[in-house]
């Protein structure tokens, strides 16, 4: 497993990350998973408070007890809840937010976390007090670093102007592109690293394609209409097989061809989907020409209601 830089730090992250959403509230089965991907190589662990209400924390805690020092740790905030209650309401306060990580570093049985992130955010958010409420917890040695995950490009370009964060995690994929038309150069320009998630495109861009745009597609995908995804899919198979590789390597290797890009954020709910994302990643170099070929058959995406 290859690793890059998260943005400007010394931490140095897998091409390749467990999202921990989709583990479930069964310790002993998240464990396999989560040992699973520590040993196919994987270093980064994505949670937050909201999943599963401070369980999933809780789980991940437990499973990763021993191994800390292997492991970059990261976690989110800003979505305000009660575990002995449903729902719960966007709340970015210092107050909320310092209560938040605390609370998540004892679900989590940690003294920090590499990475604390935005649980989203808007443009109407006190902006600068979420970014003074992040370098005091960074001075009081609670957080290491701190990012955004988010696909509001203003909201990304008011934080990349006032503040230090090392990473933005939003949506990309060859069926999501939008990051590439105002987002990516951006990043570059100020060593941001792009987590990248939805990478499958709901699992479209995998060898059951056609199966999942049936239960995922019908109503379409952003600027795809569902017939227009449909042949879009069946193009990306076509291709994927002329070359050799899966789609779901295909998918895995366009998102990568990107040196912004320091990790795809892939969730899974069994060890096997581990497996199979890591055997779908060793294939996943492709040629310039490829690259190509992959954006001709997409489109490039622009960000409208999401500002």
């Known amino acids: 497993m290859k690793h890059r830089q998260l943005g400007s730090t010394n931490l140095h992250i897998s091409e390749i990350a467990l999202g921990c959403m989709n583990l479930g509230t069964d310790a002993y ?13 994987i270093n980064y662990l994505d949670t ?13 805690g437990r499973a990763i007890k021993g191994r800390r020092d292997d492991l970059v740790i990261a976690t989110k905030g800003g979505n305000h809840f009660d575990p002995s209650q449903e729902g719960w309401y966007w709340d970015p306060s210092k107050g909320y937010l310092k209560e938040a990580i605390k609370n998540s570093l004892l679900r989590l049985g940690l003294d920090d976390v590499d990475l604390y992130q935005l649980h989203g955010g808007t443009i109407d958010d006190l902006i600068d007090e979420v970014i003074e409420t992040f370098e005091e917890l960074k001075q009081e040695g609670l957080i290491k670093h ?8 203003n909201v990304i370009k008011q934080f990349v102007k006032k503040a230090n964060i090392e990473s933005v995690m939003m949506q990309y994929s060859l069926l999501d592109r939008r990051p590439e038309e105002e987002i990516i150069d951006l990043f570059a320009e100020n060593q941001i690293s792009l987590l990248a998630r939805g990478v499958l ?37 076509t291709l994927a097989s002329d070359s050799g590789i899966t ?8 998102a990568l061809k ?14 096997e989907q581990i497996t199979a994302n890591i055997e ?4 996943a170099t492709i040629s310039d020409e490829l690259y190509t070929k992959l954006q001709q058959i997409t489109k ?5 209601n999401h500002r």
């Open 29 to 41: 089965k998240a464990k396999s998973i989560i040992n699973e991907a520590i040993d196919s190589g």
């Open 48 to 60: 937050a408070d909201l999943y599963d209400y401070g369980e999933n924390e809780k789980v991940v």
């Open 146 to 153: 701190y990012g955004l995950s988010s696909i509001r490009p």
């Open 201 to 237: 495109g709901k699992g479209m861009l995998t060898n059951f394609g056609m199966k999942k745009w049936s239960t995922k597609g019908q109503k379409g995908f952003l600027d795809y209409n569902s017939d227009t995804l449909l042949e879009t899919i069946k193009e990306l198979q």
């Open 247 to 254: 789609p779901q390597s295909l998918a895995i290797g366009y």
């Open 258 to 271: 990107q040196p912004t890009v320091s990790s795809l954020v892939l969730g899974a709910s069994q060890p």
């Open 280 to 283: 779908a990643y060793h294939q």
């Open 300 to 304: 490039a995406s622009l960000y409208q």
